[in-house]
């Protein structure tokens, strides 16, 4: 079985500053995904990142990118320019691409509560 | 497209009382997932359907809960006898994939969540 861990509950930054989630997970499989989803306060979640784990490039969408060490099992968040509608609860989820029984459902972390602050 | 939706929001009730948690998922979407939420953690699979099959359970999922997609569209979850440990968000996600995968970005769309207050 797959295991996410976020061994940071809560984090907090200045608007405009930079700030790095961590995140870790075990498998033993070699083709799966990962993913950061956002879910602001009352709000529903929505992805904000996805790494294909065959590839070596680390993903990056605007302001948020990734830094996926396969070896390490460590996938971190990194947001740039942090802005006051980046505060929200950060989870990061697997999922398994190997078929079978998978059927796309996620994994996640236990969430790391971001306030950016102005 | 409204995406996800859910109903009701909120739902107080009683322990041991009856209550029931609807999902219209994305409209071309063929999966879809039950996920619970407690405070200050991350989502748990429940239960998941392709079209009008449920496929996966998770033992999370004890004989007091059900849930049903009868036409492949939305879906129900049923907690019978509702417990005080019961109470937590009940998250709706839907995704779009082939039995094989194939299409599949990977990406859950969720819904903003019904939550229970067991009392």
């Known amino acids: 079985a797959q295991t996410v861990t976020q061994s940071q509950p809560e984090m907090s930054v200045q608007e405009a500053e930079t700030v790095t989630l961590s995140c870790t997970y075990d498998t033993s499989e070699n083709n799966y995904y990962l993913f950061w989803y956002k879910q602001p306060p009352s709000r529903q979640m929505i992805l904000v990142i996805r790494q294909e784990a065959y590839k070596q490039q680390n993903a990056t969408e605007n302001r948020f990118s990734v830094n996926f060490q396969k070896a390490a099992k460590s996938f971190s968040l990194k947001i740039s320019d942090s802005q006051l509608g980046d505060t929200a609860m950060y989870f990061c989820?697997?999922?398994?691409?190997?078929?079978?029984?998978?059927?796309?459902?996620?994994?996640f972390g236990q969430g790391t509560i971001l306030t950016v602050h102005p | 497209d409204t995406g996800v939706s859910q109903d009701p929001r909120h739902k107080i009730t009683k322990r041991g009382q009856n209550v029931t948690f609807r999902c219209d998922p994305i409209s071309e979407h063929n999966r879809l997932y039950w996920y619970r939420q407690t405070l200050g953690q991350g989502p748990e699979f429940l239960t998941y359907f392709q079209n009008e099959a449920q496929l996966e359970k998770s033992r999370l999922l004890s004989d007091r809960f059900s849930a049903e997609r009868p036409k492949g569209s939305f879906s129900t979850l049923e907690i019978q006898r509702t417990e005080q440990g019961d109470s937590a968000m009940y998250l709706c996600?839907?995704?779009?994939?082939?039995?094989?995968?194939?299409?599949?970005?990977?990406?859950?769309?969720f819904g903003e969540g019904s939550r229970l207050t067991v009392l």
């Open positions: 989820a697997f999922r398994s691409n190997a078929g079978g029984t998978s059927y796309g459902k996620l994994t």
């Open positions: 996600a839907s995704s779009l994939a082939s039995w094989d995968d194939q299409g599949d970005t990977g990406e859950l769309f």
